[in-house]
């Protein structure tokens, strides 16, 4: 199993990115998936998730309104879209998956990790 995570860069304040988690060895709509970041100095932080039954969605109010979470079946890719980025959004951003079910997520016990994109966001 593996996960690339991609489209990670260098963003304005107010600016918008997307993020791809592309899945191989894995169908992604059989999975729960979940986005996280890492500061530096800081806790990895679950930011959102989308689960596998019903694409039910879940985000961290620290980006909730700004970020969406949406899965390409076809393209067994799960996205990131990121608008109205704000400097302290700057980290690294992974993508995490589970076969497992949980009551809630996204967790940082899941059992598959992408490597992780930079996003850097200027003031």
């Known amino acids: 199993v593996q996960l690339q995570a991609s489209g990670g860069g260098l963003v304005q304040a107010g600016g918008s990115l997307r993020l791809s988690c592309a899945a191989s060895?894995?169908?992604?709509?059989?999975?729960?998936i979940g986005w996280f970041r890492q500061a530096p100095g800081k806790e990895r932080e679950g930011l959102s998730c989308?689960?596998?039954?019903?694409?039910?969605?879940y985000y961290a109010n620290a980006v909730k309104g700004r970020f969406t979470i949406s899965r390409d079946n076809a393209k067994n890719t799960v996205y990131l879209q990121m608008n109205s980025l704000k400097p302290e959004d700057t980290a690294v951003y992974y993508c995490?998956?589970?076969?497992?079910?949980?009551?809630?997520?996204?967790?940082?016990?899941?059992?598959?990790w992408g490597q992780g994109t930079q996003v850097t966001v200027s003031s």
């Open positions: 995490a998956a589970d076969v497992r079910r949980w009551e809630y997520c996204p967790r940082q016990n899941y059992a598959h």
């Open positions: 060895g894995l169908t992604l709509d059989t999975v729960d």
């Open positions: 989308i689960r596998r039954n019903d694409g039910s969605t």
